[in-house]
């Protein structure tokens, strides 16, 4: 890491930080809002640790050497801000669904620690700064709250949103009367808030334009149970009013990994299919940040059968409870969500019409060989631990397919600069399912071209989505009704 002064040239950069014994760390710097204390992060993620350590630089002494503050990597720790020359930091350490607590950097032992903020049966997701309080953002059921506190710890209020959905920022400066927030859900497009701190109150401040009234939709929750009983969220989101015939063509959205939480958040792509007539089902599996890290533990490692099993258990529901049938249910997700497809495509290929995978890992005995592969080693394990092979090997997509099966028509994305999830997982998977299948529905793989782990542009970026969603329809046998494109729309689509 290097000390940059700005309108300097780069050559006199001087060299603040090294370490050439751990190659594979991720190092990453930020500073307090007041900029007094630089803060390193580092991970260690290639050994199988989750967590974090981290060390301050405190800038008012010139830019000297860090003094560590936590050296172990099983838990995670994020610094919100300094109080004087004090700490706000939030950590899981003895606290799986995450606390804040107060750290002097003198005395950084975590017997010194003060609690500003208990651990909740709410995960804490994020706490900000400003206007002389802090702002904790918890999820209630896969949905924000967010609570105002002093800067003690003393409960002030809670925030009201404008409906269920999820909400973030908050931030400001120490003296700001005003903060503002950004608002979204399956329904809303992101719009942005003005809260004022001495009255509670929120004000609508910016909303994007677009040509979709969101009051023809719905949202609702469903929770599920899985096969080992655990109660699992699921979110369906259709035109208001419909009512399940077992027809409607419905799209299971899923990740159920590294900690990540679904979100309500909104798609204009979505909302196209949701005019069709469509359900968007988006499964919160285990795996992900949901529920708190005991939650993201329950899918990891030994226990990712389980994102499975959640996910199977969804795609059931969603049938036993006539909102759609086998031929009519597509499965979705991207990255280690192209995994759970993988995964589901393989161990219940009668359950889907459809199965959407994209950039997914599919080799899970070697994808530790590959570019970043081996950052993964900490949710999914390794396959040169012979406890974890046996566990790898028995859902891996690549291992699992069988020669004969009748397997859901499957659309596979990947990019061919794609460093990430290397496309050689998709190539491979696409070739044995392609010599595997044993119906007659299609087995395509879609290459995009200069793209990594995503598209590389908007026009490519929208060429996808039209495939995927075409491949998808055409395969459940729905024909695509198209409304008259506003102008500002064409304008689009031709410049696209």
Known sequence: MWYHTLGTSQDSDRLVFDDTVHPQRFHTVDTTRDERYAVLYISDRGQGKDGDAFCVQDLTHGTGAFREIWTGFDDQFRVIDNDGAHLLVYTTRGAPNGRVVRIDPMQPAESNWQVVLSETNEPLQEVATGGGRLFAQYLADVTTRVRSYMPDGTDEQTIELPSLGTAGGFGG???????????????????????????????????????????????????????????????????????????????????????????????????????????????????????????????????????????????????????????????????????????????????????????????????????????????????????????????????????????????????????????????????????????????????????????????????EITDVYAFFLANVGVTPIFAEPTKAAARVVSDA
Request: hydrophobic share 40%.
């Open 173 to 463: 400066e120490p003296d700001a009367t005003h903060l503002f927030y950004t608002f979204t859900s399956f329904t809303a497009p992101p719009t942005v808030f003005q809260y004022d701190i001495a009255s509670g109150v929120s004000t609508l401040f910016q909303t994007p334009e677009l040509s979709f009234d969101p009051e023809q939709f719905e949202t609702q929750q469903v929770f599920v149970t899985s096969r080992d009983g655990t109660r699992v969220p699921m979110f369906l989101v259709h035109k208001r009013g419909l009512t399940p015939n077992g027809q409607q063509p419905t799209l299971m959205y899923g990740y159920g990994g590294f900690n990540v939480t679904l979100l309500p958040s909104f798609s204009a792509a979505r909302v196209a299919f949701l005019e069709q007539g469509g359900v968007f089902a988006q499964a919160n599996l285990r795996g992900g940040g949901e529920y708190g890290e005991a939650w993201h533990r329950q899918g990891m490692k030994l226990h990712k059968q389980n994102v499975f099993d959640d996910a199977i258990a969804c795609a059931e529901w969603l049938i036993d409870n006539g909102w759609t049938s086998r031929e009519r249910l597509a499965v979705q997700g991207g990255s280690n969500g192209g995994l759970l497809v993988g995964a589901l495509l393989t161990q219940r290929p009668d359950l889907f019409a459809v199965a959407l995978p994209s950039v997914g890992v599919m080799d899970m005995l070697r994808f530790h060989k590959f570019t970043i592969g081996w950052n993964w080693i900490a949710d999914y394990g390794s396959s040169d631990d012979a406890h974890e092979f046996k566990a790898l090997h028995a859902y891996s997509p690549l291992h699992r397919l069988t020669d004969g099966v009748h397997y859901p028509a499957t659309l596979i994305t990947t990019g061919d600069h794609d460093d990430r999830v290397v496309p050689a997982h998709s190539f491979k998977f696409a070739a044995r399912l392609q010599a595997a299948q044993g119906g007659n529905a299609p087995v395509l793989i879609r290459i995009e071209t200069q793209s990594g782990h995503g598209s590389s542009s908007l026009s490519k970026a929208i060429a």
